[in-house]
């Protein structure tokens, strides 16, 4: 379901992280449900309508949206206009829900857009990189002149390594809708079941996909790189002509077992096989053209090519290894985190926290709706670290949830005359009160007023930001909240209510 809302939002122009987006989603204790979708876009910030019509006002709902089918559980299907909506055949598996989401030009999950500027930055050093393994393998290959049968072998080559490479995806897991659409097409094609059976694998660990990929990853650096730089180029040549005749009884075993033994094609296996048979025809053409003869093999292109395979296989089946633990580690801490963020366990959790009373102050700081059902106190030090973070989470609850959440917070002394003759807390209550309380946007400026000082954390700093001008003296009503928030007594308060410090929130679904 989290790949079809994904799809939605791509399709309106909303550029969003799919990974976190994802583990936003499966996160959620109520995964796999609709209110796992709402509170991930909520959390995004983005605007969107749940609700369940009559099958005779589904005219009237402009495209695109989803429908929820009874179908496969409940299955969701993206309707981008009127002829998807007669091919899925909506009418006689819908249960009357529609979701429809609206565009947005910004996203309000700052940890969102942490991570999205990370996944920008890592494609374009992923395309850095493609463009100078490329023009590593060209260039010299260009510059000797070599358009013709060594060219030939080296796009063979790549092409190979591409398509060992969708086979390693299918082992990681990593899926690709063209490449399941050209693997699955025919009744007796599948190539997951010759890819997962027993006799594609070697030794227990060395299966196709990493030979295919080994294989044509060493031909490749040995064509692009060691002929053109070598002065040896015919001892290559001719060890990987050998190392192409010996790949005949593998085509041979390979076409017997998808025919005779399965009586199914795995596609891509057969593209693997037509290229090993075109690499054997180029290096028959080659040898009879006398680029290269058996007697040039020596020891020592040998060893190079050999230990370079060697080296290859290894690093390709050790980097498959780690990215199958990492993807392991992955579900299970994100099925955990489904019990984690359950409310049932965060309130359980709650109320074994020591009750303090949370009797407000009149002027209270607070941030939020001061109407939300959700009131939360967080008691802080102005000179800690996990504090700053702690408040930067509930700001960002704030922003994902405006109608839903309010924090008050009060201070710990923290450092004595940090700021001029004052305590940091006190300076920033008693301007607060000064400036601040009362006036036009009061909850904005709170906002920004402590998020400034948490920015640094500085006193220089932050006085010239927001200097005196004149003795901070207290409001009415203020000595309760200065004394009580500042000498560090907050737990001589009387029981009233559970307090819950929280020192960071991801994917935290809160909810009436």
């Not at 002829?83 to 909506?90: A, S």
């Not at 780690?322 to 994100?334: D, F, M, V």
């Amino acid at each position: 379901m989290e790949h079809i809302v994904w799809k939605y939002l791509k399709h309106l122009g909303i550029t969003v992280s799919k990974k976190y987006f994802e583990k936003c989603v499966l996160s959620h204790p109520d995964y796999p449900s609709l209110l796992s979708i709402a509170d991930t876009l909520e959390r995004l910030g983005i605007n969107h309508e749940i609700g369940r019509i009559e099958a005779e006002h589904l005219k009237d709902v402009t495209f695109p949206y989803m429908l929820q089918l009874d179908r496969h559980g409940a299955e969701l299907v993206f309707i981008k206009d009127q002829q998807d909506l007669d091919d899925h055949n909506v009418l006689e598996h819908w249960k009357g829900v529609v979701i429809k989401l609206e565009p947005t030009d910004a996203i309000t999950d700052k940890e969102h857009n942490k991570q999205l500027v990370r996944e920008k930055r890592d494609r374009k050093l992923s395309v850095a990189l493609l463009i100078a393994l490329v023009g590593l393998i060209l260039i010299p290959l260009l510059q000797d002149g070599g358009l013709g049968l060594t060219a030939l072998l080296l796009l063979t080559s790549l092409g190979g390594v591409t398509i060992g490479y969708l086979l390693l995806a299918k082992d990681l897991g990593i899926t690709y809708k063209p490449v399941e659409s050209f693997c699955n097409a025919g009744k007796r094609t599948n190539c997951d079941r010759i890819l997962n059976a027993e006799e594609a694998t070697l030794f227990g660990v060395f299966t196709f996909s990493d030979a295919a990929t080994s294989y044509f990853g060493w031909q490749l650096i040995m064509v692009g790189l060691f002929i053109p730089l070598f002065a040896d180029a015919a001892s290559f040549l001719a060890i990987l002509a050998g190392a192409s005749m010996l790949t005949i009884p593998v085509i041979g075993y390979s076409l017997y077992y998808q025919q005779f033994v399965t009586n199914t094609w795995c596609r891509l296996c057969v593209i693997i096989d037509a290229t090993l048979g075109a690499q054997i025809i180029i290096f028959t053409v080659m040898h009879a053209k006398g680029l290269f003869r058996s007697a040039d093999i020596s020891f020592v292109p040998t060893a190079i090519a050999l230990l370079l395979f060697v080296a290859l296989a290894s690093s390709i089946i050790l980097l498959k290894e780690r990215l199958k633990t990492a993807n392991a580690s992955t579900r299970a801490e994100t099925v955990a985190k489904r019990v984690k963020y359950d409310p049932e366990v965060f309130t359980h959790l709650l109320l074994q926290q020591e009750y303090l009373d949370i009797k407000p102050f009149e002027p209270e700081i607070t941030i939020g709706n001061p109407a939300a059902p959700v009131q939360i106190l967080m008691v802080a030090n102005l000179h800690c670290n996990p504090c700053r973070i702690a408040f930067e989470a509930m700001t960002q609850l704030t922003v994902a949830y405006p109608k839903k959440v309010e924090f008050a917070i009060r201070f710990t002394p923290g450092m004595n005359k940090a700021i001029a003759d004052l305590s940091a807390s006190s300076y920033l209550i008693r301007y607060w009160q000064q400036h601040i309380d009362g006036q036009p946007n009061e909850l904005t400026h709170t906002k920004t007023f402590i998020g400034d000082w948490y920015a640094q954390m500085n006193p220089e700093t932050f006085v010239q930001m927001y200097p005196a001008n004149g003795a901070l003296d207290i409001k009415n009503n203020g000595v309760d909240l200065l004394k009580t928030a500042t000498t560090g007594g907050y737990k001589k308060m009387k029981l009233k209510a559970p307090l819950f410090l929280l020192m960071g929130i991801k994917c935290l679904e809160v909810t009436e």
